[in-house]
């Protein structure tokens, strides 16, 4: 039981992580209507511009994470109004397509400024461990959650109780009428992407430093487990981007723990996979998407 | 995608027949005609595919005409999905696994010659193919592409366990047999020069991509490649004309998958040892690349894509001078040939998408028509003057 408890609790950490970027990917989604891998190449440069700034320049551990956030939304920010918004043929193909060309080059880029060695963030949220009851938590997976929580929570009021948010809402709902009411699209857009690009960047610095973590490049990689998320939840969905993630995490984790040996090495990494294949064939919306999905 | 009429396909295409006047006199001169051309252009293309490997004595450039060959099979395959049909797939990877373990199995377990072995790769791709072909007819919009993701790290997983065939994680070595009676594309000896089992492979995969090339475009100009371009264009309207999308879309990805297979067993023998991670994303990515850099839809795209990808890296080693670009021991600040070849190809990727997205293909073909318009010009201007 208190097996199962602690797979939970580090099942949680790793959910947050995919609902982060989970989340951005939903956001950009819902303004642009663009899948964006370049979530992942957000991922990596959020990971290594704070291991830059935090090891390599000796800045404290939270301001560099801020540097790396702000600098990651600037970048998606650029993405969408110097790259994607050129585009003529839009189809969904392309689209992603070339938000797979922006994560190409940044993967190149990444290797050769820092190489491809795993790095070592240091370990800023702790190493000590906690008793709750029966289980033992690490410090890192409580701060993982708690951080996770605050960074989620803060994208839901900007949704909910902002005046922008209501614009983004707006636009994403109905465009046309959106723009009749004053809302520009650009600044919108604009927002949903410099946003997205925020929540990634601060999940690579937690997936850098969770337990067997580290600054690498296969941070990229790990974003595309983010993927399941959002159709297990849905596309068009933050909520359900979030209950995917999380979703996804704890199955992995319990994946992990209780997977008989027989099911290969490697099982609980290609577990997301199998279950987005799944979903996708039985319930290609998501639980809490609409029907977007068009299928032949 | 846009719509475009039939005669404007038909031109892109370099068909240029008339509709509805099949039987006129000029028309059947001009099958005739087109008919000499393709007969020499495929009589060219298996000639090439022999001397050049051949004739090349750099070891590199060998290496480059081989590596161009696997992808560009690879590439004719995916261009049957992704460009005729319009479907992006990055399952590539997955399913030139499936071929390269399958032609381990029949070609070394089994031991069957060549000829056997290759028909069983193609039969086995054709039915992973037909298995997860569902995914594709049930998903449209991009949604493949992400599933393909997912079919990729799958295939690894697979590959990592099936430790009898594959060797596990730390892999196994690849001796495909490669002889057809006399003839032994592993070591090929003519007239009595032998040459290097790079040069032999490259014969055997270039002849494969002539025949694939020939087979694919056939399938493309037949009634079901018109199908699928009427499904890539406007998948309703298409449906609404009665064509059949679970044929069309079935038949493309059964037989992409197919030659994918194939491409496999042959990427296997090029590395001689095979790690289930060399079935990887990138491996998926790198083709689709290959495909979208020389353009997707047209029969020279993935020949050109290829050698694109192919001869980069090595023109790069060859610019040490060059600002940044770090020679193989080199340390310090700057992008090894390697790494600076990936990036230009995501930025060339991304600028393909946005200004020319049929690719170098269409870049050329819009060269060349300046030149002869320019020399028609010229020609006239003289003619004018006399």
Redesign the interface.
Known sequence: MSDFLQLTISGLALGCQYALVAVGFTVIMKSSGVLSIFQGGLVLLGAYLTYQAHQGWGWPFFLAVAMAVAVCAALNLLAESQVLSRIRVRSNEVLIFLTFGLLLAVQPLVESMWGSDILNLGDPWGLRSVQLGPVTVTERDLWTIGASVIALGGVFLLFNKTRIGLAMRAAASDPEAATAQGISPRLTQGVSWALAGALAAFAGVLMATAVGGGVRPGLADVAFAALPAIYLGGLNSPIGAVVGGLLIGLTQQWAAGYAPDSFGQGFSAVFPYLVMVVILLVRPQGIFGGKVVSRA | ?TMRTDAEVNRADGVGVALGSADTQPDRARHRRQLLVTLGAVAIGFVAAIAVPLSVGDRFLVTVILTAGVFTLAAVGLNLL?GYL???SLGHAFFMGIGAYVGIWAGETLGLPLLAWIPVVLIAGAAVGALTG??A???????L???S???V??G??IF??ARDLTG??NGRPVNLPLAIGPIDFGDLVIGGTRYTAVQSLAVLVWIVCVIAIVVVRNIARSRTGRAMRAIRDN?LAASASGVS?FRA?MGAFIVSSAIAALAGAFFAQQLRYLEPTSFS?LLS?QI??VL?IGGSGSTAGPVIGAFFFALTPLLLQRLEWLPFVLSPNEEG????AG??S??I???L??LI??FE?EGIVRLLARLWNKITAAIKRRTRAKIGEN
């Open positions: 995608m992704s319009g479907e992006a569902p995914l007819l049930r998903l449209r919009g991009g949604h592409l992400i599933v993701i997912g079919l790290f799958i690894q997983w990592t366990n596990g994680p998948e999308l879309k994303l990515i689709a690349v979208i600040f700057g992008l090894t790494e600076l990936n990036f190809f995501a930025v990727l991304v998408l946005l997205p």
